[in-house]
């Protein structure tokens, strides 16, 4: 069973609140995924991690997110004002580097009203 | 941009029969293959594998290969009710930390 934690497993917001999200990665794994994956199953990516520094990132994560992953705390994603468009379920996900098998949470499931 | 395109969209399969889910994807450079498995309210899992041409075994799971087609598929034999979820065909490249994933095919398989 994957040891990847991610909480809250369910988040309602209204438009133009903040919605924030966090991820427990699997323990000695450095790298960090976040996937956002909507209602047709179809997976974006948008952000990842190694240790603390961001590796790559799509530009509406730059814009609209704001995500980290502290060393000691668990990582985060916010969205700064959630949009009816963020619906989705929010997937962290973990590996122990390049390549390699990558762990899933159970996601956190979004709704904005 | 690596393309990664799943067929069928849905698989109906009896149970004891044989399910095929193909994947196609676009970067020659592409050197990583995994399968994953989502059931529904959980976050997808892996299930196999595959970093060389040919097929690769694993219990009632056969993968296979193909780079210069840009082809991988996934073939399960013996489906079971327990099999019924979506899978997806996931691509990345060396040192792309970054897999790309297909849109999944729902697999069924009815008792």
């Known amino acids: 069973n994957s040891k990847v934690i991610q909480t809250p497993r369910y988040l309602v917001k209204g438009q133009g609140q903040k919605a924030k999200m966090r991820c427990i990665p699997e323990k000695g794994h450095p790298v960090v995924f976040w996937y956002q994956q909507n209602k047709n199953n179809e997976f974006k990516f948008l952000i990842n991690?190694?240790?603390?520094?961001?590796?790559?990132q799509i530009d509406m994560t730059e814009k609209r997110f704001s995500a980290e992953c502290p060393s000691n705390s668990p990582c985060s994603l916010e969205i700064q004002s959630s949009e009816a468009g963020d619906s989705a379920l929010y997937l962290c996900a973990s590996s122990d580097s390049a390549n390699t098998e990558v762990f899933f949470g159970k996601g956190t499931r979004l709704t904005v009203v | 941009q690596q393309k990664v395109q799943q067929s069928p969209e849905s698989l109906i399969v009896p149970e004891g029969g044989m399910a095929s889910l193909n994947c196609t994807f676009s970067d020659r450079n592409s050197q990583y293959f995994w399968w994953y498995r989502q059931h529904s309210g959980e976050g997808p899992k892996a299930l196999m594998?595959?970093?060389?041409?040919g097929d690769k075994k694993e219990g009632r799971f056969t993968a296979h290969l193909n780079k210069a087609s840009l082809y991988v598929s996934l073939h399960i034999k013996d489906s079971q009710p327990s099999d019924s979820a979506l899978y997806f065909c996931?691509?990345?490249?060396?040192?792309?930390?970054?897999?790309?994933f297909g849109k999944g095919t729902s697999l069924v398989v009815h008792p």
């Open positions: 996931a691509v990345s490249s060396g040192g792309n930390y970054k897999p790309t």
């Open positions: 594998s595959i970093f060389s041409n």
């Open positions: 991690f190694q240790n603390q520094e961001v590796l790559q």
